[in-house]
């Protein structure tokens, strides 16, 4: 038999006086768990994996060589209105991870604020930005010219749904999800290529939408990752 040390802390008021299932992978019921609570548990040698479930949320984790083992059980979303509310109806928004001592001692509440990477305004690739704001209109005209075109409502979809999603960036006040922004920026940087694929004008026309498409992706995949190297080095 091993030891497994485990703490659950859930954000807000979320299932605190619900009780959570641990499993492992032979359906062998380890233990039961509410928010805030320390159990210290045995498991039988042979057990590979921790199963975590409540109601719908259901996630499998491997349990890793030793005798003494802490794992910490949490929520995994982005917490952020309304993406908050997608994020917990996925299955493994209620996840956990095997940790050291001194990190499973040093688990709390503040979890929640850490875990995600914040940016300043100032940071967001403002010519990128600008660019993309171009190639959505751009395409939300071709899409109003070309009549004849069969991709005219997909290519109008693109160039809208694009614009507003770069809105979202350039609205914001003072800091922005780094995930967030790079979701938006890589999506926005598919779908222009996707629509610059879908005219059916001149060539040349065509070439420079889909350059002009590539140079904001690339661009933009440059920037993220600039910003995550920032955003890690902080933290060290």
Not at 142 to 155: A, F, G, L, R, T
Not at 167 to 192: C, P, T, V, W
């Amino acid at each position: 038999m091993r030891k497994l040390n485990l703490k659950l802390l859930l954000p807000y008021n979320w299932a605190h006086i619900r009780k959570i299932k641990v499993y492992d992978d032979k359906k062998r019921l380890l233990t039961k768990i509410m928010h805030g609570e320390e159990p210290e548990i045995e498991i039988p040698d042979d057990s590979k994996q921790v199963i975590i479930k409540l109601d719908f949320y259901k996630s499998v984790i491997t349990i890793p060589q030793g005798e003494n083992l802490h794992l910490i059980l949490f929520m995994d979303f982005r917490d952020r209105f309304p993406i908050k509310y997608f994020d917990t109806l996925k299955r493994k928004c209620l996840t956990g991870k095997f940790v050291t001592q001194e990190e499973f001692e040093d688990f709390s509440l503040s979890f929640y604020a850490n875990a995600h990477k914040w940016i300043h305004k100032t940071e967001v690739d403002k010519g990128s930005l600008f660019l993309g704001f171009l190639l959505s209109a751009g395409l939300t005209v071709m899409s109003v010219v070309e009549q004849n075109n069969p991709y005219q409502d997909i290519i109008f979809m693109i160039g809208l749904a694009s614009f507003f999603s770069l809105l979202a960036i350039q609205i914001e006040n003072h800091k922005i999800l780094l995930y967030d922004y790079k979701s938006r920026m890589i999506a926005s940087g598919a779908a222009f290529m996707l629509g610059s694929i879908f005219l059916q004008s001149s060539f040349p026309l065509i070439v420079l939408f889909i350059l002009f498409s590539l140079t904001f992706l690339l661009k933009s995949i440059h920037s993220i990752g600039q910003l995550y190297r920032k955003v890690n080095l902080g933290k060290d």
